[in-house]
């Protein structure tokens, strides 16, 4: 079993890709903390890194994820360009747990945080060409239940991005806000946000020419950029800049609703 955790389809599609070349399944890391997965003989773990360091979703889902500890453990990490101490923090989780993890490996993907700085996800997609041959080199290094951990050195930075109050104020930096203006109430972000912390509501006051109900967001937020990402109106900003339409990204194998958690 592979469990991903994806804010715009990178991780789900690696995920994919490995669990195809290995012949498993995959499935959401938040609807996974559900389930009893002790007969399950190998287990993957798919997530992104942020700031250095482990998605605080993934880093709260793992120590209640109930694997056996003679699992052979696998973490794949699709990252911008540095994975951190993505791997090592959740091999610390899952050790407290008695599992140890056998393999670990990054992947360069396009960076989805790239749309915060002004700058275009999409026009990092050259990375895709180097992908094909890590993925082969992941899935028959899997296949054979080999040990190593590849491109992920224990960083100093990524500890002291790690350290709580730091992280909050990093990852708070993407905390998304809605444009009530541009909103159409769709509930697009609601039903993509892996933490059910998009609400809609209806408007407090109606509006004339915009649409009864209106997006809200709560402060669970784990700064995936999903909602920011999948918006049709661009309505979700970060940092009090106007989302651009170009540079909305998401995994080109893979399709939005792929990516919602709620119907
Ligand atoms: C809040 C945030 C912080 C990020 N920090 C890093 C980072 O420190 N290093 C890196 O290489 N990529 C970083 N990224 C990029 C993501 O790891 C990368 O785009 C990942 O593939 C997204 O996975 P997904 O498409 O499955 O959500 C960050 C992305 C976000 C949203």
Redesign the pocket.
């Given at each position: 079993m592979i469990l991903?955790?994806?804010?715009?389809?990178?991780?789900?599609a690696i995920a994919r890709s490995i669990a195809q070349g290995i012949g498993d399944e995959i499935k959401p890391l938040v609807e996974a903390v559900r389930q009893d997965l002790t007969n399950e003989k190998r287990i993957g773990l798919?997530?992104?890194?942020?700031?250095?360091?482990t998605?605080p979703a993934v880093r709260n889902i793992v120590p209640r994820l109930k694997i056996s500890n003679e699992a052979y453990v696998f973490i794949v990490?699709?990252?911008?360009?540095?994975?951190?101490n993505s791997i090592w923090t959740v091999r610390r989780l899952l050790r407290e747990k008695g599992v140890e993890v056998s393999y670990a490996h990054k992947i360069?993907?396009?960076?989805?945080?790239a749309l915060?700085f002004g700058r275009n996800?999409n026009d990092q997609k050259w990375k895709f060409e180097k992908f094909a041959g890590r993925l082969e080199r992941i899935i028959a290094d899997v296949k054979a239940e080999k040990k190593a951990f590849h491109y992920s050195t224990w960083s100093f930075l990524g500890w002291i991005?790690g350290q709580p109050k730091m992280e909050a104020k990093?990852?708070g930096a993407?905390r998304p806000a809605v444009r009530e203006d541009k909103c159409i109430g769709c509930g697009t972000c609601a039903k993509i946000c892996p933490m059910r912390n998009i609400a809609v509501n209806e408007r407090e006051e109606a509006v004339a020419g915009q649409s009864e109900t209106v997006a809200h967001v709560g402060p669970h937020c784990t700064?995936?950029?999903?909602c920011v990402h999948a918006c049709p109106k661009q309505a979700l900003e970060v940092g009090g800049k106007p989302t651009i339409k170009e540079r909305q990204?998401?995994?080109p194998q893979v399709k939005l609703a792929e990516l919602l958690l709620r119907k």
């Open positions: 991903y955790f994806s804010g715009t389809g990178n991780s789900l798919v997530y992104p890194s942020y700031d250095f360091n998605p990490i699709p990252c911008g360009a540095q994975a951190g360069r993907v396009p960076d989805n945080s915060v996800p991005m990093l990852l993407f700064a995936c950029l999903a990204y998401r995994h």
